[in-house]
């Protein structure tokens, strides 16, 4: 497994699956496993409670993928 962990601030939110949105200093964390599943977490920085973005996993054809994939979504999280 390769883990991948990213700080950004969100000034528009995050929706999640568990509480729906939350914003400010957050946390993305993505996950490929061997066979291409990547699981995408979210946190707020030096909180323990680690929410689901929706549609998590996903199925990744090249593993190799995986770090762009990453830098993609902080870029997208964070827009301002």
């Keep these: 497994m390769n883990k991948l962990t990213s700080t ?5 939110g995050v929706m999640t699956e ?3 949105v939350i914003s400010g ?9 061997e066979d291409g599943s990547l699981t995408l ?8 409670d ?3 973005l929706p549609g ?5 054809h090249d593993t190799n993928d ?11 999280l ?3």
Excluded at 25 to 33: D, K, P, R, V
Excluded at 41 to 47: F, Q
């Design 18 to 20: 568990e509480v729906g």
């Design 25 to 33: 200093e957050l946390e993305l964390t993505t996950a490929c496993q």
């Design 50 to 52: 680690v929410y689901t």
């Design 66 to 76: 995986h770090d762009v994939i990453h830098q993609m979504l902080v870029n997208i």
């Design 78 to 80: 964070e827009r301002t």
């Design 8 to 12: 950004f601030k969100a000034t528009h």
């Design 41 to 48: 977490h979210i946190t707020y920085v030096g909180a323990k």
């Design 56 to 60: 998590s996993p996903y199925q990744l």
